[in-house]
């Protein structure tokens, strides 16, 4: 399948949730029905790893503005209420509803990554207004004469290619972006564990329409309900925070899962999770968790949403719900550019600075907070461990302390001031929990001054992450400067080289103005 | 063919720990005759577990916490105030305390070494039950003891038994001042921070010494030694040196400050020490263990209390179920015996894990600790874990922990006890991480057991306040055996406490030091193997000692050696020929004779008190067992060794 246009205002490559909802934000943001839009994903149908599930209220918000809620909840998407927090399998779980958070919409949406995607792309495909091709991916990226990216070459799965011109290439192929790759944008991209899942068909979970994260294992366990069936089965999804170097492989993780992580798991569910465990056929699904420090979220002609444009562990279950904020940022963006005067582009750089400028803000706070609870909750520190004692403590002081965590959590607080103070609560119980043991009646003075010093230690470590997250606040939007090209200039001339019908790469490059920024040595080694 | 491989067709197992199959191999074969040679011994622990305190079936208990004969001859000492043992009983437990006697005259530790202390109880316990003194087999006894320093040399408890019975004075025994007994338990100085079986000791003992006691037992001065036939050698209480001497002085102020009036402090102290025997007792009716409980009882009713008081019965059926019957040495004979414990859940976990059976679950999983305990009084972590022995409500012991948890990972997680065990298994893993010392080891029964502070002092007895040394042997293994068992739930190095109990095996085993004993070598490269890489130098180490220990015939020493030995290289993830050498040792020695395998003298270490070990004859049969089922996992050598 080819593309109809051989000019669209906009491509986004990658059809996941990002993708589909950057696309039917565009939509909407186009009353007149003007634009072409066109949508590719490598895969023909769905991915084949499992992936995000969970979105949080904000999130949700964005999925009914842009009517995807009610055909998800038709495909048997469940309604959810929040999180359950098990300190340890024994202990009452910390009960952090959304319903508490005030302003925000009460129930989040948790639904199978399969069944979304596909109702998803069957949406935009019932309403014909973008141009949906699976099976292709992005082979290569066109820049014109100024460094703004102009077009794309796409190749299917046999190896046929064919490229299209565009206004704007909209990034959204995950955290391993291949169009981030090719725009050549410098990431920190590091694999930090895998995510194993298993799926439980009507489990007992002891908050029904809750996540349950539950620790005291090697790393977090995850069981959230992702899909109800028309008989009213619902399927929960358990998921295992592996590490990086896995102890074992092949089919020994399923001994190795049922060893170290189930024993954690409150009763019941342990015996459904172990059962579930023991009848799956084959390997369990897999996939790697990834620590992606937010590139640079635009260029000239370019911009990234979802995990392309930054992701982190996926323990506080915020990733669908920055797609989606990025899928409405940039909507707001284009429905102000909807009477653009023809000629200009749907998306100018000023309106992907103002993406960037509103991304920046909100990316930090959700990573810092990934970064650190995800540490707290594996506690291999004394610190760690501290704060994850603080953490429970603080939480079980009163529904205010509930609310304040579970608003910056699920990605409905942003305010520094309320980051901040969450801050220096957590690190003050912290102190607290480690001066004043739970069971011991006398505690050694030793040991909790050693706790004390680890809790100090991991908040001082933190304050760079809490000054970072602040700062994006903060930062005045003047600050954040417009998109501009990047260094390293060879994908440039390839890219060129290899259209069909183009000059030779050399002689092509030397018809190039320099892009505002290159250095002399960059036009050089593109010449080279 | 390297062995013969006995022709019969081998019997299938139902156990679920065995998992022996049908498979025509050596290994398996050789699983099958361990298996034969350690099901009699499961099934006597289950019928011990399930009958009362009966003596009447022979081999009705198990006897692997049978120590030496002290605790035996302690009872039957303690029998003149107690009036409890039947004279059946009674010639049984004399029989074995002669049959146990050496040529030499002397009785022997569990090492074979001639013991002072056992000798002067033996003698004693024999001349009370009306032994002729003038026999030849007495006569060595005394001479044994003389030689060795006299009674007033032997143990504390020894003298204290001296001392009841009036055969010498109570200063030579350490005066403990009551007022410590009013000490809150933060002060270093309290008893609380004594070990367990420590505490247990002393405080009747504080109570018998301020009575004082006195025994009407038979006069055995002629242990004692004189200088030139008439006065009594007096013993020293505190080693040599100035610190001692300044000691000695204070504890002869202590005494003399008795004789004055100290108001109403030791009347307050008695009082808080018979409040303490009284919360103490556990729900099996003892006190910690045979020691403890023995001189509780004797405190109680010098105290007062009545044969017949509910406490005493239950003190007493305690004893009761903790004595078996016991093969006299070279003989076929079977006496009765006094152990240290009932059931060591310690050894008995492990055996039960070698063919756990559901009708074992349930009372493992009753046994675990559910009320809070003295031990948490420095370990921040609810109650779980495992005591030593079912129904000690309050007693912690990290060791019967890890065996109870190695039993349970043996149930397959579809099995309906599975969820309890796991419960178990996470509160027990909590239990541990709390019981690390700030060294990184990790303590056996409570935090700080063996570093006590009025240890320090230069007392004759002061190792007795403590449970070993913080970098002895028994915590190496015990830190060794804990590591291996997180490492287990998914804890790596990255985790501060695991890094930090590796960082002590390193500083206390070492890398280059070749003078660790192969128990202790084969424990922490059960450690190391799940926790380091192969490059590490601990590791690397360890590896290089175990093998320089192989000899010839492919044997490290004793069969039980050789089965750790091999253990220990399949841990460190080594099928090779050194491994393969051993297992074919192994194989032709179960060929030969399985039964061997739970006839040996392997000792189980680490035992409180006076009796620091107590003898697991099957200790063989289960790591032979384990490391022969883990050889053939890791290198699929089976095919090699059949040709």
Redesign the interface.
């Known amino acids: 399948m080819k593309p109809i246009h051989a000019h669209y205002d906009v491509v986004i490559v990658g059809a996941g949730l990002a993708g589909c909802a950057t696309a039917r934000a565009l939509v909407q943001a186009d009353p007149h029905a003007t634009r072409r839009i066109l949508l590719v994903d490598r895969h023909p149908g769905v991915q084949p790893r499992f992936s995000g599930e969970w979105i949080h209220p904000r999130g949700a918000a964005v999925l009914d503005a842009l009517g995807f809620c009610e055909p998800l909840r038709k495909a048997g998407a469940v309604d959810v209420d929040g999180f359950a927090a098990f300190e340890n399998a024994d202990a009452a779980y910390v009960d952090l509803a959304y319903a508490e958070i005030e302003g925000e919409r009460p129930r989040g949406l948790s639904v199978h990554h399969k069944v979304l995607v596909r109702t998803i792309r069957g949406e935009l495909a019932r309403e014909g207004r973008v141009e949906m091709i699976e099976g292709v991916a992005a082979a290569e990226l066109r820049r014109d004469n100024t460094g703004r990216f102009c077009g794309i070459m796409l190749e299917a799965s046999d190896g046929t290619t064919f490229e299209v011109a565009c206004d704007l290439v909209i990034a959204a192929d995950g955290k391993g972006s291949t169009v981030r790759k090719l725009a050549q944008i410098p990431d920190a991209r590091e694999t930090i564990g895998f995510t194993a899942g298993v799926e439980v068909r009507n489990a007992t979970l002891p908050a029904p329409n809750y996540a349950h994260v539950m620790l005291g294992g090697w790393g977090p366990v995850l069981a959230y309900p992702i899909h109800r069936e028309p008989d009213g089965t619902i399927i929960t999804r358990i998921s295992f925070d592996l590490p990086r170097e896995l102890p074992v492989k092949g089919e020994a993780i399923k001994q190795y899962l049922l060893r170290a992580f189930v024993p954690f798991i409150p009763s019941p569910l342990s015996e459904q999770v172990a059962a579930a465990i023991l009848a799956r056929k084959g390997p369990l699904e897999m996939a790697p968790t990834v620590e992606l420090p937010a590139p640079t979220a635009v260029l000239p002609g370019l911009a990234l949403v979802g995990d392309a444009a930054g992701c982190s562990h996926p323990i506080t279950a915020s990733g669908m719900t920055m797609g989606l904020r990025d899928a409405e940022t940039l909507g707001e963006q284009a429905r102000r550019r909807a009477d653009a005067p023809a000629g200009e582009p749907w998306l100018d750089d000023e309106a992907l600075r103002r993406y960037r400028v509103e991304h920046d803000r909100y990316v930090p706070t959700r990573q810092a907070l990934a970064s650190a609870i995800y540490e707290a909750f594996r506690g291999e520190t004394e610190g760690a461990r501290a704060i994850r004692r603080a953490l429970f403590d603080y939480w079980q002081s009163g529904p205010t302390a509930r609310r304040r965590s579970m608003a910056l959590l699920s990605c409905a607080e942003r305010r520094p001031s309320v980051f901040l103070s969450e801050y220096l609560r957590t690190a003050g119980h912290a102190l607290n929990v480690s001066l004043i043991p739970k069971h011991a009646a006398h505690y050694p003075v030793a040991d909790r001054v050693r706790h004390a010093r680890g809790a100090a230690k991991l908040a001082r470590d933190k304050l760079g992450l809490v000054a970072n997250v602040v700062w994006a606040q903060l930062r005045p939007s003047w600050m954040s400067s417009s998109p501009a090209p990047m260094a390293n200039r060879g994908r440039i001339a390839v890219g060129f080289g290899r259209a069909a019908g183009l000059a030779p790469v050399t002689q092509h490059v030397a018809t190039l103005a320099p892009p505002a920024g290159a250095t002399a040595a960059d036009v050089v080694a593109v010449a080279q | 063919m390297l062995h013969a491989v006995p022709p019969a067709k081998p019997t299938p197992t139902a156990s679920r720990g065995g998992r022996i199959a049908h498979r025509d191999t050596a290994v398996e074969r050789a699983l099958v005759q361990l298996d034969g040679a350690l099901a009699p011994w499961r099934e006597r622990v289950r019928t011990a577990a399930a009958d009362g305190a009966s003596l009447r079936r022979p081999e009705s208990r198990w006897l692997v916490e049978i120590p030496d004969v002290g605790p035996t001859c302690e009872v039957l000492l303690a029998d003149r105030l107690l009036f409890d043992l039947q004279p059946g009983e009674r010639e049984a437990m004399l029989a074995w305390v002669r049959a146990s006697q050496d040529d030499s005259g002397a009785w022997l530790d569990v090492h074979a070494r001639p013991d002072l202390s056992l000798t002067a109880l033996a003698y004693w316990a024999l001349a009370q039950a009306g032994d002729h003194r003038g026999s030849e087999p007495m006569l060595k006894a005394v001479r044994v003891v003389h030689a060795l320093g006299g009674a007033q040399r032997a143990n504390f408890e020894v003298r204290l038994w001296l001392a009841m019975a009036g055969l010498i004075e109570w200063t030579w025994l350490p005066a403990i001042p009551s007022e410590l007994f009013l000490l809150p338990?933060?002060v270093p100085m309290s008893p609380?921070r004594f070990s367990p079986w420590a505490r247990g000791v002393l405080t009747p003992y504080l109570l018998i010494a301020r009575a004082p006691a006195r025994l009407h037992l038979a006069d055995v001065s002629e242990l004692l030694l004189r200088r030139q036939g008439e006065t009594l050698v007096a013993p020293r209480l505190t080693r040599p040196g100035l610190a001692g001497d300044l000691l000695q002085a204070f504890d002869r102020g202590v005494k003399l400050s008795r004789k004055l009036p100290r108001g109403p402090l030791p009347q307050l102290a008695q009082r808080h020490a018979l409040r303490w025997l009284d919360a103490l007792q556990q729900d099996h009716g003892g006190w910690f263990s045979t020691r403890p409980t023995l001189l509780s009882l004797i405190a109680l009713r010098v105290m007062g209390a009545r044969t017949d008081d509910p406490r005493i019965r239950r003190g007493l059926d305690y004893l009761r179920r903790a004595r078996g019957r016991v093969p006299s040495p070279g003989t076929d004979a079977i006496h009765v015996a006094q152990g240290s414990g009932a059931q060591p859940l310690a050894i008995t976990a492990p055996l039960l894990a070698t063919g756990l059976e559901d009708r074992d679950i349930a009372p493992l999983l009753r046994a675990q600790l559910q009320d809070?305990g003295p031990w948490?009084?420095?370990?921040?972590?609810?109650a779980g874990g495992w005591p030593t022995e079912p129904g000690a409500r309050s007693h912690l012991d990290l060791d019967a922990t890890l065996g109870a948890l190695g039993a349970l990972?043996t149930l397959p997680?579809?099995h309906p006890a599975?969820?309890?065990a796991?419960?178990a298994?996470?509160?027990a893993t909590?239990v541990m991480l709390?019981m690390q010392e700030?060294s990184g080891a990790f303590a056996r029964f409570e935090?700080?057991e063996a570093d006590v502070f009025l240890q320090r002092l230069p007392w004759t007895d002061a190792d007795l306040l403590a449970y070993g040394r913080p970098d002895d042997a028994v915590h190496v293994r015990l830190t060794a055996a804990v590591l291996q068992r997180l490492a287990?739930?998914?804890?790596?190095t990255?985790?501060?406490r695991v890094q930090r109990g590796i960082d002590f095996l390193a500083r206390t085993v070492g890398c280059g030091s070749d003078d660790v004993p192969l128990p202790t070598a084969c424990a922490v490269a059960g450690a190391a193997g799940a926790l380091l890489p192969e490059d590490h130098p601990l590791r690397r180490g360890l590896e290089r000692r175990i093998r320089a220990r192989q000899r010839e015939d492919g044997s490290f020493g004793s069969l039980h050696d050789t089965t750790i030995a091999l253990g220990a290289l399949v841990d460190l993830g080594h099928a090779c020929v050194q491994a393969q050498r051993a297992a074919r040792h192994l194989l032709g020695a179960i060929d030969r004779d399985a039964e061997a395998f739970v006839r040996g003298r392997a000792t189980h270490d680490g035992g409180p008190g006076l009796s620091p070990d107590t003898l697991d004859p099957t200790s063989a049969a289960r790591h032979g067992a384990a490391a022969l089922r883990r050889y053939a996992a890791l290198a699929a050598q089976v095919t090699d060794l059949r040709s």
Do not use: C, V
């Open positions: 338990p933060q609380a809070p948490q009084s420095r370990a921040d972590a609810p990972s997680p579809e599975a969820a309890p796991w419960a298994s996470r509160r909590a709390a700030g935090r700080g287990a739930t998914g804890l790596r990255e985790d501060d």
